[in-house]
């Protein structure tokens, strides 16, 4: 069974940069794609981007000078980082499978961890 | 970016109900199209990929249809531990977008 489980800081202070790490287990990760998404707090969900086993990253233009997702196979864990914080950035992160079937073209976010609220306040 | 519009925003319904929950897509997806229930304080969890896939596990009182820019996600009788908010969302294109979820109520 594929679980994820996110930690870090969830207290950043404006302008500062958060860094999140995300461990898997029952799976080894150099067979999937790895994305993160986030949701504020009753909002709804923004994909941030995601990160293959051969280390390429694709991001949401939206962030992607803000953004870096990496990987560390020999610790089955990845992580994100974004720089320059504000309260427009509170919200829960998740990290999450990319499960893509090639054969079918299917591709869906399973399973996802449990999230980790992400408060930007001084 | 292709948006994804569902409707209704929020639904207040009845056990045993009938729901329909629709989500358009800007431009056309083909079945590139995926949704999510979530449970308060939870994550969301897949329910149906590829428009009408149901995920291993998901009652089958759930379905989905559609393709194109038009889809919609049904619950033929609504249980009491359907209560969530349902997400769709494409991946026929980077960024991946979701839709702003449905608020499904008794």
């Known amino acids: 069974q594929v679980q994820l489980q996110e930690s870090g800081s969830g207290l950043v202070k404006p302008s500062e940069t958060l860094s999140l790490s995300c461990g898997v287990s029952?799976?080894?990760?150099?067979?999937?794609?790895w994305s993160w998404i986030r949701q504020p707090l009753g909002g709804g969900l923004e994909w941030i981007g995601y990160?293959?086993?051969?280390?390429?990253?694709t991001y949401n233009p939206s962030l992607e000078s803000r953004v870096t997702i990496s990987m560390d196979t020999s610790k089955n864990q990845l992580s994100v980082k974004m720089t320059s914080m504000t309260a427009a950035d509170t919200a829960v992160y998740y990290c999450?499978?990319?499960?893509?079937?090639?054969?079918?073209?299917?591709?869906?976010?399973?399973?996802w961890g449990q999230g980790i609220l992400v408060t930007v306040s001084s | 970016d292709i948006q994804m519009t569902q409707s209704p925003s929020s639904l207040s319904a009845s056990l045993g109900d009938r729901i329909t929950i629709t989500c358009q897509a800007s431009q056309d997806i083909l079945t590139f199209l995926n949704w999510y229930q979530q449970k308060p304080g939870k994550a969301p969890k897949l329910l149906i990929f590829?428009?009408?896939n149901l995920e291993t596990g998901v009652p089958s009182r759930f379905s989905g249809s559609g393709s194109g820019t038009d889809f919609t996600l049904t619950i033929s009788s609504l249980q009491p531990e359907d209560i969530a908010t349902y997400h769709c969302?494409?991946?026929?294109?980077?960024?991946?977008?979701f839709g702003q979820g449905t608020k499904l109520e008794i």
């Open positions: 969302q494409q991946y026929d294109a980077l960024p991946y977008t």
């Open positions: 999450a499978r990319q499960n893509y079937d090639s054969r079918n073209g299917y591709n869906r976010l399973d399973p």
């Open positions: 590829g428009a009408s």
């Open positions: 029952g799976v080894f990760m150099n067979s999937s794609y």
């Open positions: 990160v293959h086993y051969s280390g390429s990253t």
